[in-house]
């Protein structure tokens, strides 16, 4: 937890900037590491939306490592739209040229549709030289997952090949915000290189889940952590962002419990506070862990 190397920092607070910027700011801040957000002007799939040679070359300018796309492979228009309804004023853009539910499909075009995404995103990966993927599944009914299994071992499959690793993130109510059903899917799917996104703040606010049993129950399929402070707000039923060591949460539980398994993957820091902009905020994000963690 002390290595600096392991502390990587997504993108999604800085997608107002473009990529440059962001990757200045982002290398000003002290980070040597960014997941990039699967939305222009970051990153995309689609040459005409993102020159994939260009962000490489930006962000080796800026000393930084692009360890993760973080997409929403497999699901679609309705994965994305998932994920970015957490983001007020985040529009998603071109529709259009994404399926309607991903790997959930029964329309043999749409899925074909999907995979040739997803292994663009997989070969864009390893490209970049990132070890992690992120992905949704098509529907978060779980009784749905027999019917995507065989699109989500293809793509798990393919993703070996290339040295990638496919995950998922702690999110919303259904399969994602259920640690035993992530569990049961990536041992369906059997591969080595599928696992999850640890997020201990998502899953109290949105699945209502104590993250501290969440872990035990996920323990073996951590790939990746994302980390934010937050505060419950008795009124909203929510939390609200904090810097580290402003909010509720036991991150000396989380850093200890990761330590003693031995986890020697990516921490994320997610930036998600309101009252402090992103091009403030961002080192102040990164010292408050430092300090919570004991680097200085």
């Known amino acids: 937890m002390q290595d600096i190397n392991r502390i990587t920092f997504p993108t999604i607070p800085m997608i107002h900037h473009p990529w440059e910027k962001a990757c200045q700011l982002i290398a000003e801040a002290g980070y040597k590491n960014v997941d990039i957000i699967d939305k222009p002007p970051h ?27 973080n ?13 970015w309804k957490h983001h007020p004023g985040f529009q998603f853009p071109n529709a259009s040229r994404y399926t309607k539910i991903g790997f959930a499909s029964t329309d043999s075009k749409d899925l074909e549709m999907e995979m040739e995404q997803t292994k663009k995103a997989i070969d864009c990966a390893a490209f970049f030289g990132s070890e992690l993927l992120r992905f949704v599944p098509g529907d978060e009914d779980e009784k749905k997952l027999e019917q995507m299994l065989p699109y989500l071992k ?13 995950v998922c993130e702690n999110h919303d109510t259904g399969i994602l915000g259920q640690p035993e059903t992530l569990v049961k ?3 369906m799917v059997g591969y080595d290189n599928i696992g999850i996104i640890y997020e201990p703040l998502n ?4 699945a209502t889940i104590d993250y ?3 872990f035990e129950v996920q323990r073996d399929i951590i790939k990746m952590v994302h980390l934010k402070d937050g505060y419950l707000d008795p009124s909203k ?60």
């Not at 040679?53 to 800026?62: L, M, V």
Request: charged share 30%; hydrophobic share 35%.
């Open 237 to 296: 039923r929510t939390y609200v962002p904090t810097l580290f060591g402003e909010g509720d949460m036991d991150y000396e539980w989380v850093v200890n419990r990761l330590e003693a398994i031995g986890y020697k993957g990516y921490i994320g820091l997610e930036y998600e506070v309101a009252g402090l902009p992103v091009e403030k905020g961002a080192k102040q994000y990164l010292d408050g862990y430092k300090k919570m963690v004991g680097m200085g």
């Open 154 to 166: 293809e793509m798990t499959r393919y993703a070996r090949e290339k040295n990638v690793t496919m």
């Open 185 to 187: 899917m990536c041992e």
């Open 71 to 83: 997409g929403y492979f497999g699901g679609g228009q309705s994965g994305r739209f998932g994920a």
């Open 203 to 206: 899953l109290m606010e949105q």
């Open 43 to 69: 990153w995309s799939v689609f040459a005409d939306e993102a020159d994939h040679k260009a962000i490489k070359k930006t962000a080796e300018k800026y000393g930084l490592k692009i360890t993760s796309i």
């Open 212 to 214: 501290r049993k969440a």
